[in-house]
């Protein structure tokens, strides 16, 4: 599969992997999955919005893990980060939710801020910037080419927290 993404990775010659998946709307839990990887290694890119005027936000998060906008908002020196709908955060970045990627939207006014977890691997998936590709490369390069910051931005879900027993 070859889109603005690919393209770009290519001409900024980075090594990376293109992997192709179902075309409808998987979450990073799915997409691992299917790709048989370590979720923590997959990660998700959630949309956030400042309450005052401010670049929109691009969380890149491990899949297992849900924003913590109290972290976020700390990081970012905001009082409040706010969650926009699904249907917002597609007109916010002109992509289809399940598709949203950092890598798609260089240049287009956001913030990232990538979660310190994806520093434990050397290379993390991420969205290609549409639904059916996946993009594994290295964390760094994803770092240096949206210059992004790192931070402790999310916590486990508490679907994937364990079960204790009774």
Known sequence: MVNNVTRFLDAKKVKY??????????????????LNVPPEQVFKT???????????ILAVIPGPHQLDLK???A??????INLPTEREAEHLTGLQAGGISPLALINKGFQ????SAAQAFEEIHISGGQRGLNIR??????????????????????????????
């Open 46 to 56: 959630i949309v956030a919005t400042r309450t005052r005027p401010g670049k929109p």
């Open 137 to 166: 490369l290295p964390v760094k390069a994803l770092a240096a080419l949206t210059n992004a910051r790192f931070g402790e931005i999310s916590a486990s879900s508490p679907s994937e927290t364990p079960a204790r027993p009774a």
């Open 75 to 80: 990081l970012l020196g905001e009082k409040k």
């Open 17 to 34: 992997t293109a992997f192709e998946t179902p075309a409808e709307k998987l979450g990073a839990l799915e997409t691992a999955r299917f």
């Open 71 to 73: 972290r976020l908002a």
């Open 112 to 115: 990232v801020v990538i979660d």
